[in-house]
C-alpha cells in the first residue's frame, strides 16, 4: 500500500499565515505531497484562496469576499495579522495556486465553500473552480471538496473526470452507500468522523479517505495525537496545519 499522502491544511498554516502563497511555498519546503486551500467568488466573479466568507479575520480589511472586487481584496494585508514578519502578504488567486500546483507537480484539494445558500454568488463557484482546474489540464492533480455534498454531486455529473470528496465532521449513517449516491470518491472526515465503519465502508465502496486534523484550540487532542489515531486507522491523505510534524510522522511509520 502507498504511503499516505501529506496535504498542508490552508498551507503550512501553524507557521505563516493560512491560505497564502507564502505558507503554500514552506508547505513544500517542509516536504508535503500538496495542500488543501479554501475558495470563495469575489464580487467581479474571481475565485480567491480564502477560509471565511469575510477577509475580517485574516487580513486588515472587512467586507464579505462576494461583496469586494478582486482588485479591493489583492491590496489587503494577510499577512501582518499572524505577524508582522508577513506584512503585505497578498490573498492568493486560486489561479496563482494553480500555477504553483503545476510547477511543483502537487497534489492540490480545493474546498468550495459553497455553503452559503443564502448568497447566490456562490452558485458557480464549484463550476468556476472547475473550469480553472479543466483549463489547465490539472484534473489528475486536483481534488473538490466541500461541506455542501449536493454541490459536490452536481460537479461531478456535470464532470464525471474530476475527482470529489465529501467533507464531514460527524460519523455519518451508511457513509459509504451515501457517498456512492453522490458519486464521490473520497470521503474528507475530520477525527470524530473517521470510525471503523468509516473505513470499512469506504474500502467497500472504492473511496479513498483523506482525514484532516483540527487545530487548538477548536479541538481537545493535540494535532500530533488526530495525526497519530489517523495514520493507525489508516487513511490515504492527512490535511493537517503541521506537515512538517506529520512528514517526521511518517518517516518513523515507514
Ligand atoms: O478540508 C478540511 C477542512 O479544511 C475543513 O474545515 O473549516 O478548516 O475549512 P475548514
Ligand atoms: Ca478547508
Known sequence: ??????????????????????????AIEQGADGL???VHPTRDG???????????????????????TLAEIRQLDAGSGFSPDFRGVP??????????????????NIEVKDIYRHDAAYDGAAEAAAEAVLARVLAEQVVFSSFNHTSMAELKSRH???????????PLHEVGAYARTTGADALHPALAALTPALITQAREANLAVNAWTIAPPFSPLPEEEQLRAMWAAGVDAVITNIPDVAVAQRAELA
Open 160 to 170: 464525471p473526470e474530476l475527482t470529489t470528496g465529501l467533507l464531514m465532521m460527524m
Open 1 to 26: 500500500m502507498p504511503a499516505p499522502l501529506i496535504l498542508a491544511h490552508r498551507g503550512a498554516s501553524a507557521a505563516a499565515p493560512e491560505n497564502t502563497l507564502v505558507a503554500y511555498e514552506l
Open 36 to 38: 488543501e486551500i479554501d
Open 91 to 108: 490573498v492568493p488567486t486560486l489561479d496563482e495556486v494553480l500555477d504553483l500546483t503545476a510547477r511543483h507537480g502537487l497534489v492540490l
Open 46 to 68: 474571481h475565485l480567491v484562496s480564502i477560509h471565511d466568507d469575510s477577509v475580517d479575520r485574516t487580513t486588515d480589511g472587512r467586507g464579505r469576499v462576494t461583496e469586494l
